[in-house]
């Protein structure tokens, strides 16, 4: 069964900085893309980041130049380094592995952990 549990949120003012952590158990962590989601209040799900098996990293527009998302396959860990946070990055964030598509929203590996929620105040 495969399990990933996030972790890292908190609440940051304007500008701070957080990492959040994503921990993998059974799955071949290295064959997989990962990808880093998030939903914030009324909305919908969306992609943030995501880094192939090969270690390619693609963003989301609202967050390119301000995350990064690493990842450590010996570890089975993925990261996502978010700086420069806005209150719009608000959220809960989910780490999953995508299915076919690299940048689907509907099929994926597990299903939804319970997050980490992540709030910028002004």
């Known amino acids: 069964q495969v399990q990933l549990v996030e972790s890292g949120g908190g609440s940051v003012e304007t500008g701070g900085s957080l990492r959040l952590s994503c921990v993998a158990s059974?799955?071949?962590?290295?064959?997989?893309?990962m990808g880093w989601y998030r939903q914030a209040p009324g909305g919908q799900r969306e992609l943030v980041a995501l880094i192939t098996a090969e270690g390619r990293a693609d963003y989301g527009d609202s967050v390119k130049g301000r995350f990064t998302i690493p990842r450590d396959n010996a570890k089975k860990m993925v990261y996502l380094q978010m700086n420069s946070l806005k209150p719009e990055d608000t959220a809960v964030y989910y780490c999953?592995?995508?299915?076919?598509?690299?940048?689907?929203?509907?099929?994926?590996?597990?299903?939804w952990g319970q997050g980490t929620q992540v709030t910028v105040s002004s």
């Open positions: 999953n592995a995508p299915v076919g598509h690299l940048k689907t929203l509907t099929n994926f590996v597990a299903s």
């Open positions: 059974g799955l071949t962590f290295s064959d997989r893309a």
